[in-house]
C-alpha cells in the first residue's frame, strides 16, 4: 500500500503560494509580536506590512516558536487517518522550533522532523526537493536522509542595505552602524553551520552593489545545481 505522506514546514521556509500549492505543503506558523497585538506569521502578516510598522513606529517585531503542544495537536491531527509528516523548521541554531517539533514527534511513530540549518528559502530548498521527491514516490525514510544530508549544500545569503536593524536587534553597535553607513558598506550575510555571519563586506549604493553580490553568488555556475535557485526579497524597490 502506498504511503501518504504530508509534507509541512514552519512559515521561515517563505515559499510562495503557488509552492506551497504545487507541493501540497502544510504550514506551521511562528507568532509574531507586533504593536501589542501577536499575527500568525504569513497568514496575519507580511514582512512589508513589518516594514511598514517600523517605518511609522520605529518598533521591531519578535517572534515565538510554536509550542510543543502546537506541534503535538498539528502532528495529531495529520496522522489520524494513517498518514505519515515530514517536517522542515528553521536551523535550530535560530530558533526553538526544531526541538519543540522534535520533542512533540517523539510520541508518533510516524512524524519526521528535518532542521534545515537555513533560514528562509535556504530551507524553502529543501522543502521543494522533498516535494518532487514524494511526487516520484520515494519512500519516506529516503527523502528525510537524502534532504538531511543536502542541508549541507545549501548556499544562503543577502545583502543588508543599511545596520539599523542590525543595531536596533542588537547584532552590532550604534558607533558599526554609524560608520557602515557612514561610508556605504553592504554586508553579505551568509549561513554556515545552521548560523548567521558576516560575509563579504561591499560598498556603493545598493542598487549598484547587487549585480556585484550576485556575480560572486553565482560564479562560473560550475558549482550549482540550477535546477532550483531562490532570489528572495522583502521591502525593496520593484526594479
Keep these: 500500500m502506498k504511503q501518504n505522506i504530508i509534507l509541512a514546514s514552519d512559515s521561515t521556509t517563505d515559499l510562495s503560494p503557488e509552492l506551497m500549492d504545487r507541493y501540497h505543503v502544510m504550514i506551521v506558523p511562528l507568532?509574531?509580536?507586533?504593536?501589542?497585538?501577536?499575527?500568525?506569521?504569513?497568514r496575519e502578516i507580511d514582512p512589508d506590512a513589518i516594514y511598514d510598522h517600523y517605518t511609522q513606529t520605529g518598533?521591531?517585531?519578535?517572534?515565538?516558536?510554536?509550542n510543543i503542544a502546537d506541534f503535538y495537536e498539528f502532528f495529531s491531527g495529520c496522522t489520524a487517518d494513517g498518514s505519515t509528516v515530514l517536517f522542515f523548521t528553521i536551523s535550530a541554531e535560530m530558533s526553538s522550533t526544531y526541538n519543540n517539533a522534535r520533542l512533540a514527534a517523539e510520541a508518533f511513530e510516524n512524524v519526521y522532523v528535518i532542521d534545515t540549518r537555513n533560514l528562509s528559502t535556504g530551507g524553502g530548498l529543501l522543502v521543494v526537493t522533498a516535494g518532487e521527491m514524494i511526487k516520484e514516490g520515494k519512500p519516506v525514510s529516503e527523502i528525510a536522509s537524502y534532504c538531511t544530508a543536502l542541508t549541507e549544500k545549501i548556499s544562503a545569503s543577502f545583502i543588508v542595505d543599511d545596520l539599523e536593524f542590525l543595531h536596533k536587534g542588537g547584532r552590532c553597535s550604534a558607533v558599526?552602524?554609524?560608520?557602515?553607513n557612514l561610508l556605504q558598506l553592504k554586508p553579505c550575510i551568509t549561513v554556515r553551520d545552521g548560523k548567521m555571519g558576516v560575509g563579504k563586506k561591499y560598498r556603493g549604493k545598493f542598487a549598484s552593489v547587487l549585480p556585484k553580490?550576485?556575480?560572486?553568488?553565482l560564479g562560473d555556475g560550475s558549482q550549482l545545481e540550477t535546477e532550483h535557485i531562490f532570489v528572495t526579497h522583502a521591502g525593496c524597490d520593484p526594479e
Design 213 to 217: 553580490y550576485i556575480e560572486d553568488q
Design 176 to 180: 558599526a552602524a554609524f560608520g557602515a
Design 31 to 42: 507568532t509574531v509580536a507586533l504593536g501589542g497585538k501577536s499575527y500568525a506569521d504569513g
Design 59 to 66: 518598533e521591531l517585531p519578535k517572534t515565538a516558536a510554536p
